[in-house]
């Protein structure tokens, strides 16, 4: 009786510490697969930054476009901020992180450049901070697990 007791417990010890590796696998894919994809919004934005910003300055459906585009990705920026990330990841979520305070305020000098009717993307520093970004993604890739 007292040997099939230990060997239940044991074997709940090792599914508990075994559920802990899949939880720690699983948080390690999600990371990935979230900043991956977050990368990858910001690479398409950057490409599409410049067109976007020269059709609004004459229209008025475009300047309303770029604008829900531009809140559309602080709302991104701010969501990836909340990301779980595992422990070994910490470091390069921090430089994405502090990219991301650099980000979020040039989207909110963009907004504020549509309203005054300048060039969305004057003085905001978008392009070198998203350019910057993306140089970690090789990083990202690199974190298989």
């Not at 239940?8 to 599914?15: A, G, K, N, Q």
């Not at 309303?64 to 559309?72: F, I, N, S, V, Y």
């Not at 980000?103 to 005054?116: F, H, K, R």
């Not at 901070?129 to 993306?134: Q, V």
Request: aromatic share 4%; charged share 20%; net charge negative.
């Amino acid at each position: 009786m007292k040997k099939g007791l230990t060997l239940i417990l044991l074997s709940i010890m090792l599914m508990t510490s075994g559920c802990g590796i899949m939880n720690e696998v699983g948080q390690t894919v999600n990371f990935a697969a979230e900043t991956t994809g977050y990368l990858q919004t910001l690479t398409d934005f950057g490409q599409d930054m410049n067109a976007l910003a020269e059709q609004a300055v004459n229209d008025l459906d475009a300047r309303t476009d770029l604008k829900e585009r531009l809140l559309a990705l602080k709302e991104e920026v701010a969501n990836y901020g909340e990301l779980q990330v595992p422990d070994y990841a910490k470091e390069l979520h921090q430089s994405i992180a502090a990219y991301n305070e650099t980000l979020q305020n040039g989207l909110d000098q963009a907004l504020t450049n549509i309203e005054q009717g300048r060039n969305a993307f004057e003085s905001t520093g978008i392009p070198d901070t998203i350019n910057k970004i993306n140089e970690l993604l090789n990083e990202i890739n690199q974190l298989a697990p």
